[in-house]
């Protein structure tokens, strides 16, 4: 009797794109072929990122590692041959040709994981929507309806520098992210 209750975490090397379809395929042959006790879980590590299209926010999740498939499991029997002939899988990291899929360290296993749990709880990342020179006009605050160029952008605090003309001089006004929108 062969003790599948022995599991390691190993990463699957996939089409870059394809992460969350890799693990539906996976998901779902394990689930067919009544292998459940074999893999507790198959993870696609992502982080939250926001984006800001048209002065409004989007939440998209961005996969962290592009092109890999976390697994845990007891690869024993047929269970890396099934995994390896699945749409999108390229095969396991670690293998030597024909050899043996290598796990991971628990110390690698805790610090992923530990990234996984941090980007669900981390502050959202703004992809940085404004560029120095760039022409804004403000939407929000005393100023709203100006128009003014972009001096200084700061991604830490997420705000930028605006030089706007008033009453003819130009003046600096720190605006956030959210105050300005593109023209």
């Known amino acids: 009797m062969i003790d599948n209750s022995v599991k ?7 089409v ?3 992460e969350n379809k890799v693990k539906t395929y996976i998901q779902n ?33 961005k996969v962290y590692f592009p092109g890999y498939v976390l ?5 024993s029997g047929e269970l890396p041959h099934i995994i390896k002939s699945l749409n999108g899988v390229i095969g396991f990291l670690g293998e030597v040709k024909g050899g043996n899929p290598v796990p991971l360290r628990k110390t ?3 610090r992923m ?10 502050e959202e990342t703004v992809a940085i929507p404004f560029v120095v020179g760039e022409i804004v006009k403000v939407i929000d ?6 128009n003014g160029s972009v001096e200084k952008v700061n991604e830490e605090k997420r705000k930028v520098e605006v030089m706007v003309k008033i009453f003819g001089r130009k003046t600096p ?10 023209v």
């Open 173 to 182: 006004l720190e605006l956030s992210y959210m105050q300005v929108e593109k």
């Open 16 to 18: 870059s794109g394809q």
């Open 113 to 122: 994981l530990g990234k996984v749990d941090e980007f669900s709880v981390k």
């Open 71 to 75: 697994i845990e499991a007891n690869l």
């Open 29 to 61: 042959e394990v689930q067919r072929l009544g292998m459940n006790d074999y893999v507790s879980q198959v993870l696609v590590p992502t982080e939250k990122v926001v984006q800001i299209r048209d002065g409004k926010k989007i939440n998209k999740e």
């Open 8 to 14: 390691n975490w190993y990463v699957i090397r996939a």
């Open 108 to 110: 690698e296993v805790n």
């Open 141 to 146: 605050g005393p100023f709203n309806g100006f």
